[in-house]
């Protein structure tokens, strides 16, 4: 426990985050500077490496693939991250929803998926971790509001955003708008729809699963800005997913 406190503290000190902190006590991330950053890290590799084992591949491949999946969950699970296992999970459903929807199994996939936002609601109500995130997302509101304001507060700032101010806002939504206004907003818009339109359907269902990853995990964390990790998985992502689409 001391070595483990050791390294914390040198990690800490190396790049600049409090080891201390109250709410990633008990926590693993690593060299990340926080464990919200290291699970979204980690559940977007796992989901990068999850997407060829729906190919056909080498045996051996296979298995390695099978291997690094197994470590990722249980890295993931090491940072007791809520934001990216709820996005890791929605992404992971979109890509079974690919092949329950070939065998005509609706039903269970509407049940499964009830039932799943039950026992969500169920823990949210009688579990003090559940609940603590249940409040964290909803007192976010209010910030958010703040930020809104500030980006439409005059024409330039809502047409071309504040620049590279380094401020943390902890949505990847916001964190492009108020950097590039709607400039940024419209180029991302143009850029997703051209993805969909020129590609193929199995195209389409990887980069779906990859949005709904980001997206949900980017509601807690600006996951595109500042993220290098994660900016870095998700530039080797899109050449992945066209290299193993139909």
């Known amino acids: 426990a001391s070595l483990s406190a050791n390294w914390r503290q040198l990690f800490g000190q190396i790049y600049r985050y409090d080891p201390n902190y109250e709410y990633w006590l008990g926590r693993g991330y690593g060299t990340f500077g926080s464990p ?3 699970g979204v890290a980690i559940g977007l590799a796992i989901l990068l490496v999850a997407m060829p084992v729906q190919k056909k591949v080498a045996a051996s491949l296979f298995t ?16 007791h991250t809520a934001t990216a296992w709820v996005a890791f999970a929605s992404a992971i459903l979109v890509l079974l929803l ?7 199994n609706l039903p269970q996939i509407i049940l499964a998926s009830v039932t799943t936002l039950a026992v969500f609601l169920y823990f949210s109500t009688h579990d003090a971790f559940f609940a603590r995130k249940v409040s964290d997302f909803s007192a976010r509101f209010a910030p958010w ?20 101010v380094r401020f943390p ?23 997703i729809n051209d993805q969909f339109r020129s590609k193929t359907k199995s ?32 530039c080797v992502g899109i050449p992945l997913l066209m290299r193993y689409a139909d």
């Not at 390695?64 to 990722?72: K, M």
């Not at 690919?98 to 005509?104: A, E, F, G, P, Y």
């Not at 806002?169 to 850029?191: K, P, Q, Y």
């Not at 389409?204 to 980017?218: A, K």
Request: aromatic share 12%; net charge positive; hydrophobic share 65%.
């Open 203 to 234: 195209y389409l269902i990887l980069l779906l699963s990859l949005l709904v990853y980001v997206g949900m995990s980017g509601l807690m964390l600006d996951v595109i800005l500042y993220r290098h990790v994660v900016a870095l998985f998700l």
């Open 36 to 38: 919200v950053e290291a």
């Open 98 to 104: 690919r092949q329950r929807l070939k065998r005509k």
């Open 145 to 164: 509001k703040i930020f809104i304001r500030a980006w439409f507060s005059s024409l330039d700032t809502a047409l071309f955003g504040f620049g590279f």
């Open 169 to 191: 806002i902890d949505n990847s939504f916001l964190a492009v708008a108020l950097r590039g206004g709607l400039l940024w907003v419209g180029a991302a818009a143009i850029f």
């Open 64 to 79: 390695l693939e099978r291997v690094a999946i197994a470590l990722g969950v249980l890295a993931l699970g090491l940072t």
